[in-house]
Each structure stands twice: as C-alpha cells, then as structure tokens.
C-alpha cells in the first residue's frame, strides 16, 4: 500500500498545481486558518433559501439558532438559555443577553419574531420547519412564545433549522423576503450576511471562495464546550475529486469532507494526512414524475408511464445495489429499502430491499404495455452527493437492460437544484439528510402531498396518496413515543409497498484532514471550525 501511495503521489501534486490561482490569495498554513474544499459550492448566504447541506453548513457558522447541537447532534442552548411548554400548543423561551449581531446591532426578541416570519414566507425552502414550530410572539425584550396548532412533540427539533437575522438590517437592505433562487433573483442576501454566529462573512466569491472570520463577541466562545482556535475558516469549491485530493496532499488545504471512495484507502496510507472516518445521515433515492399525463422527456405520448406501479417496481428490481455498493462506491454505502436518512425508526422489515430480479422488471414492463420498453431522460447532479453522477450512469446502464433506454443529463448543483424546484424533470436524483434522527424531516417536506404550505416542497414527483398524508398528519401532532413511531412505520411502510421513490443507500464519508488538524466528525457532515484546533 505504501507503494502505491507513493506512485500517485507525484500525479497529485501536478494537478495540485492547477489550483494556484484559485487559493492564491487563501493565507499560507497556520495554526489559526482553516482552509476547507469541497465537490461544490454553498448556494446562496440567504439563509432561508436553500435548504441545501453545504449551504446550510456555512450559513450555521455565520447565523445562530435557539437552540443548536452539539458535536454529538444532541440539541443544547443556543440563543435561548431555558425553555418550557406552557401548555400542550405553547412554549416559552428566555433569550440570552448582551447578543449582537455581526454590525453591532442588539439581538432582541423582535429579531426572533421576525425571522420566524421570514422563514414561513413562499420563497423559503425550510417553511414546512418554521409553520410547525408554531406562530411567534413577543412577550418581552427577552422572551418569546410559539403557539403551535396543535401538540408538537419534537419543537426543539424544527427550531434548531431556524437561523435568525437582524430585523433592522433586512429592512435596512429591502430583503424581507428570501431570495427566489430558483427565478436566479438577486439581493444582497446573496453574498453578504448578519449574523450573530461564531464567524462572519468577510468575502464571497460564488465558484471561487468563501472567508469567514472569527467574530470575537460570540457569545460561546466563553463556553467551554466550544474551545476550537481556528481564526479563519477559507472554503474553495474544487470539482474534481482528483484535484481535490492532490490540493490535501500538497498542503494547500487543509480538509475535505467528501473524498471520492476509491480515494480513501490510499489516504490512509498518505503522509500527512489522516482519515477521520464516520457515516453520514443521508439517503440517496431516485424519484419520477407521477403527475402530469404526459412525461416531459420520454418517448411514451399520451400517458405517463411513472403512475403505474408496475413500471416504478421494474426500475427498482433492475438496480443491482451490490454492484453499485462494491463497484460505484467501493463499500463506502449502507444499501437500503427505507425512504429515511436514518434506521433509528424503521425495522428490520422496512430496511430490507425488494430483490434484484431484471426479467421480473421484463415482465412487469410488459403486463404494464411496454414490452419494448421506452426511452426515458434521468437527471443527475455532478457535484452533490458522493459518486453521484457515476452512480446515474451505473443505474441508467441497468434500465436500458431491460428496456427503459435512458438518456442521462447531468448538471453542477447550481443549475440542477433550481431545474428540480421548476419541475423540469421525469425522472431525477435525489438525497436527503442532515443532522436529526425523526422521519417527520422526511416525511413531511420530501414524500408528503405538496400544499404549498410546505409539506411536499421536496415532493418534486407531485404525487399524492391520501392514506400517507392521513398518517403523517397524525405524526405532527402525536405525542405518545410508542404510538407515533407505529404512526411513522405505517407511513415508511406505504412508501416502501407503493415505491413512490427508489431508494438506493446511504452515504458514507470518512473526511480527510493534514494530520494536525482534530475535528469532530458529525453524521450530518458538516464541518463546524468550533470544535477545530491546529496545531
């Protein structure tokens, strides 16, 4: 192994070399300076806009929450200090004092009501978290209440996704409402940012580099829990999983939390470097247009071939997931048949994967009138998830097998997300994660009835099945532990029979680090400098 190290070594300091323009201005190495890289970019600073990892990630280290997580995703205080339930539909939180945010302004409960507002509005993609954390209001300087419709047994949960902006500053800059990424509208939300979070946004430069600066009033750095020393944290979006990797090598950053899997076990053989290894909460699915009558990009006219049950079970028995799972991602995968980022509330039952059975998919194409197949276009990002192109074009060989010739379109994140909003699409690549454990994250925004309200924002197939919706319905509100998990199995379950999406596996991703840099590895794979000391 270490021969092998050394005979990519030299290869991977000349394409190294490719990224001299870009982290020319990034400082030389320090103790304080973090230079992170990634497959792609952050979307937008609007913090509500894009309801996209990366995005979020960033935006978590500018904008500060009520209540955050910990480097064990537990939910611990953030901007409130206590809380309670008054009653079953209300709860109170005490704000913390002597908070402000990035341009010196004074953190108060209006900022709080405020952004609660802004997060619910129609050009916001984490409105179905905000509308079930409940209404807001003000009851002093220093205390606000939500009144939820009804019993919300995880609240905690839905308002640690909500960032809070300065109410002064968004009217001060006419951006009340969040961008509309998807219509490419611009505001100063864009690239520029207020918050009150550790670091603040010193420049941004979308598909060059982000620097955010340590902000030396924030308010946890008296905290003992948050003892990293990083001063500066500069990330670069570098596409190539090669180039990326020989950018860690050479030093000229310092980690990468999404390395190509085939990279991994010559990283671990790599001086200098090291491998912080763990999982990632995410589930990477496929989903079809189950609405229109008629697919935009298929060869069938006159009907859509995806509201057939039989033809949806005929692409989910021609995936080989074993192959995929050795081949595509060199067994850094957790194939599975649950529409979940997690399997803390699914059963064995639920996880387990309908066969791999390309002539039952023949023979189910031909009871459902297409013996000869069709032609069909899969959309994919190229910059997203871990091998996701490679894994489209695995599974696009697969159904042209049994006669579903797919064309396969590929596309970086930044034209592909706003692509899926517009429902520009037939058949498409999905994932969905982040750092909580409970299905409502899934089942409410991704496999729900869209409402425009946001349940089924993510929903980007627009079918809809009563039953389900009847069933997470009673999970919002449900407050006994045992009957809401039998709630949320019954849904995951509908999912699983019906194969409303086709679900292929969870990521893995072990992050790779210069070997002094300590930094914990969280399962929603985000990157938080707080807890990051250099050495």
Same mark, same amino acid.
């Given at each position: &192994?270490?021969?092998?190290?050394?005979?990519?070594?030299?290869?991977?300091?000349? @394409?190294?070399?490719?990224?001299?323009?870009?982290?020319?201005?990034?400082?030389?190495?320090?103790?304080?300076?973090? /230079?992170?890289? #990634?497959?792609?970019?952050?979307?937008?600073?609007?913090?509500?806009?894009?309801?996209?990892?990366?995005?979020?990630?960033?935006?978590?280290?500018?904008?500060?929450?009520?209540? &955050?997580?910990?480097?064990?995703? =537990?939910?611990?205080? #953030?901007?409130?200090?206590? $809380?309670?339930?008054?009653?079953?539909?209300?709860? !109170?939180?005490?704000?913390?004092?002597?908070?402000?945010?990035?341009?010196?302004?004074?953190? *108060?409960?209006?900022?709080?009501?405020?952004?609660?507002?802004?997060?619910?509005?129609?050009?916001?993609?984490?409105?179905?978290?905000?509308?079930?954390?409940?209404?807001?209001?003000?009851?002093?300087?220093?205390?606000?209440?939500?009144?939820?419709?009804?019993?919300?047994?995880?609240?905690?949960?839905?308002?640690?996704? @909500?960032?809070?902006?300065?109410?002064?500053?968004?009217?001060?800059? =006419?951006?009340?409402?969040?961008?509309?990424?998807?219509?490419?509208?611009?505001?100063?939300?864009?690239?520029?940012?207020?918050?009150?979070?550790?670091?603040?946004? =010193?420049? !941004?430069?979308?598909?060059?580099?982000?620097?955010?600066?340590?902000?030396?009033?924030? $308010?946890?750095?008296?905290?003992? !829990?948050?003892?990293?020393?990083?001063?500066?944290?500069?990330?670069?979006?570098?596409?190539?999983?090669?180039?990326?990797?020989?950018?860690?090598?050479?030093?000229?950053?310092?980690?990468?939390?999404?390395?190509?899997?085939?990279?991994?076990?010559?990283?671990?053989?790599?001086?200098?470097?090291?491998?912080?290894?763990?999982?990632?909460?995410?589930?990477?699915?496929?989903?079809?247009?189950?609405?229109?009558?008629?697919? @935009?990009?298929?060869?069938?006219?006159?009907?859509?071939?995806?509201?057939? %049950?039989?033809?949806?079970?005929?692409?989910?028995?021609?995936?080989?997931?074993?192959?995929?799972?050795?081949?595509?991602? !060199?067994?850094?995968?957790?194939?599975?048949?649950?529409?979940?980022?997690?399997?803390?509330? *699914? *059963?064995?039952?639920?996880?387990?994967?309908?066969?791999?059975?390309?002539?039952?998919?023949? %023979?189910?194409?031909?009871?459902?009138?297409?013996?000869?197949?069709?032609?069909?276009?899969?959309?994919?990002?190229?910059? /997203?998830?871990?091998?996701?192109?490679?894994?489209?074009?695995?599974?696009?060989?697969?159904?042209?097998?049994?006669?579903?010739?797919?064309?396969?379109?590929?596309?970086?994140?930044?034209?592909?997300?706003?692509?899926?909003?517009?429902?520009?699409?037939?058949?498409?690549?999905?994932?969905?994660?982040?750092?909580? *454990?409970?299905?409502?994250?899934?089942?409410?925004?991704?496999?729900?009835?869209?409402?425009?309200?946001?349940?089924?924002?993510?929903?980007?197939?627009?079918?809809?099945?009563?039953?389900?919706?009847?069933?997470?319905?009673?999970?919002?509100?449900?407050?006994?532990?045992?009957?809401?998990?039998?709630?949320?199995?019954?849904?995951?379950?509908?999912?699983?029979?019906?194969?409303?999406?086709?679900? @292929?596996? /969870?990521?893995?991703?072990?992050?790779?680090?210069?070997?002094?840099?300590?930094?914990?590895?969280?399962?929603?794979?985000?990157? $938080?400098?707080?807890?990051?000391? &250099?050495?």
């Amino acid at each position: &192994m270490k021969r092998l190290a050394r005979s990519v070594r030299a290869p991977m300091l000349v @394409l190294a070399a490719s990224l001299a323009a870009a982290l020319a201005a990034a400082p030389f190495a320090d103790a304080k300076t973090l /230079r992170w890289a #990634g497959r792609g970019d952050p979307q937008t600073m609007d913090p509500f806009s894009q309801n996209e990892n990366l995005t979020n990630n960033i935006n978590n280290l500018v904008y500060d929450t009520l209540v &955050m997580r910990d480097k064990d995703l =537990k939910v611990i205080p #953030g901007l409130a200090t206590s $809380w309670e339930q008054v009653n079953p539909t209300t709860w !109170r939180f005490k704000l913390r004092q002597g908070v402000k945010f990035h341009d010196g302004t004074p953190f *108060t409960a209006d900022d709080v009501v405020f952004s609660m507002q802004r997060a619910a509005e129609d050009t916001s993609q984490i409105r179905a978290y905000s509308n079930a954390a409940g209404k807001p209001r003000k009851i002093d300087e220093s205390t606000v209440e939500f009144v939820t419709s009804g019993p919300n047994p995880i609240e905690l949960e839905h308002l640690v996704t @909500l960032f809070i902006m300065s109410k002064a500053w968004c009217e001060k800059n =006419k951006c009340m409402k969040p961008l509309d990424f998807k219509a490419k509208e611009e505001m100063i939300t864009a690239r520029n940012a207020n918050g009150t979070g550790a670091y603040s946004l =010193k420049s !941004r430069e979308p598909d060059v580099k982000t620097v955010l600066v340590r902000n030396p009033d924030w $308010w946890g750095w008296k905290d003992k !829990r948050f003892d990293g020393n990083v001063d500066e944290v500069v990330y670069t979006p570098i596409a190539n999983d090669a180039t990326r990797l020989a950018a860690l090598v050479a030093g000229n950053v310092d980690i990468i939390n999404d390395p190509a899997p085939q990279d991994v076990p010559r990283l671990h053989q790599t001086p200098g470097v090291k491998v912080i290894d763990g999982f990632e909460q995410r589930i990477v699915f496929i989903g079809m247009d189950q609405a229109r009558d008629e697919l @935009l990009y298929s060869s069938v006219k006159g009907k859509n071939p995806f509201k057939d %049950k039989r033809v949806r079970e005929a692409l989910y028995k021609a995936v080989d997931i074993d192959a995929i799972h050795k081949a595509t991602m !060199r067994g850094l995968s957790k194939p599975s048949g649950a529409m979940t980022p997690s399997p803390v509330q *699914t *059963t064995p039952e639920i996880e387990k994967r309908f066969a791999y059975d390309p002539a039952a998919s023949k %023979k189910l194409l031909a009871e459902a009138g297409y013996p000869n197949g069709f032609e069909v276009t899969l959309d994919c990002p190229n910059n /997203r998830y871990v091998n996701d192109e490679k894994i489209c074009q695995a599974l696009a060989a697969m159904w042209t097998k049994i006669g579903v010739n797919t064309k396969l379109v590929t596309l970086p994140r930044a034209q592909y997300f706003p692509k899926l909003e517009k429902l520009d699409t037939s058949l498409y690549m999905l994932g969905w994660g982040g750092a909580s *454990t409970d299905a409502i994250f899934t089942l409410q925004p991704v496999l729900s009835t869209y409402n425009g309200k946001g349940d089924g924002d993510f929903n980007y197939g627009r079918y809809t099945d009563p039953k389900f919706d009847a069933i997470t319905a009673e999970v919002k509100v449900e407050m006994n532990p045992d009957k809401r998990l039998a709630l949320i199995r019954r849904a995951l379950e509908i999912q699983r029979n019906e194969m409303y999406h086709l679900p @292929l596996h /969870r990521q893995v991703i072990p992050w790779a680090a210069r070997s002094n840099v300590d930094i914990p590895h969280r399962a929603d794979n985000q990157v $938080w400098p707080i807890w990051a000391k &250099m050495k």
